[in-house]
T-cell receptor, first 113, second 110 residues
Framework: GDSVTQMEGPVTLSEEAFLTINCTYT??????LFWYVQYPGEGLQLLLK?????DKGSNKGFEATYRKETTSFHLEKGSVQVSDSAVYFC????????????FGTGTQLKVEL | NAGVTQTPKFQVLKTGQSMTLQCAQD?????MYWYRQDPGMGLRLIYY???????DKGEVPNGYNVSRLNKREFSLRLESAAPSQTSVYFC?????????FGPGTRLTVT
């Protein structure tokens, strides 16, 4: 079945550092790929998405490119802020109907001054 | 526009007790979902409803039942709670590639 693997956390960075969170996936067909973010005590929010190969999703300074050849969707940000501290989830949506999401285990990011 | 709402926010149950988690959305979305979130395991799909009147099992349905009462409401029932069901439960609805999540219910079973 479908699966998503993302790097273990926690990741601790200084403010203005460069962020990369790795995500790879296994899926049949052509899934859509997502990054969701969860701030403390809240539900998940969609951060960005890509629906086909070579698409780049971007939002709030975060970017990720759908790489079919490496089955990857790594999240990057050039300069993190303390307010980016959260848990980040990579996810895919199957093409078999139901719009169900398969999530990775999540990566906690802590940004310090 | 409240989005997706869940009640209660917190609940403590004893083993064997039953309870229903409530979820409602005011965005007129067809699809709704129940997930559980456990440390180190991400979110796992319990049940989903692609449209009013239909429900299907997800990855971890055992010990749960659901009801899609109408287009707005999708409830999750634990008939006989077990400590393994201690978790944070999230409801979500779907529209155009995006799932919209509620704030979650933190359930502890002792």
């Amino acid at each position: 079945g479908d699966s998503v693997t993302q790097m273990e956390g926690p990741v601790t960075l200084s403010e203005e550092a460069f962020l990369t969170i790795n995500c790879t996936y296994t899926a049949t067909g052509y899934p859509s790929l997502f990054w969701y973010v969860q701030y403390p005590g809240e539900g998940l929010q969609l951060l960005l998405k890509a629906t086909k190969a070579d698409d780049k999703g971007s939002n709030k300074g975060f970017e990720a490119t759908y790489r079919k050849e490496t089955t990857s969707f790594h999240l990057e940000k050039g300069s993190v802020q303390v307010s980016d501290s959260a848990v980040y989830f990579c996810a895919l949506s199957d093409t078999g109907g139901g719009n169900k999401l398969t999530f990775g285990t999540g990566t906690q990011l802590k940004v310090e001054l | 526009n409240a989005g997706v709402t869940q009640t209660p926010k917190f609940q403590v149950l004893k083993t064997g007790q039953s309870m229903t988690l409530q979820c409602a959305q005011d965005m007129n979305h067809n699809s709704m979902y129940w997930y559980r979130q456990d440390p180190g395991m991400g979110l796992r799909l319990i049940y989903y409803s692609a449209s009013e009147g239909t429900t299907d099992k997800g990855e971890v349905p055992n010990g749960y039942n659901v009801s899609r009462l109408n287009k707005r409401e999708f409830s999750l029932r634990l008939e006989s709670a077990a400590p393994s069901q201690t978790s944070v439960y999230f409801c979500a609805s779907h529209y155009s590639y995006e799932q919209y999540f509620g704030p979650g219910t933190r359930l502890t079973v002792t």
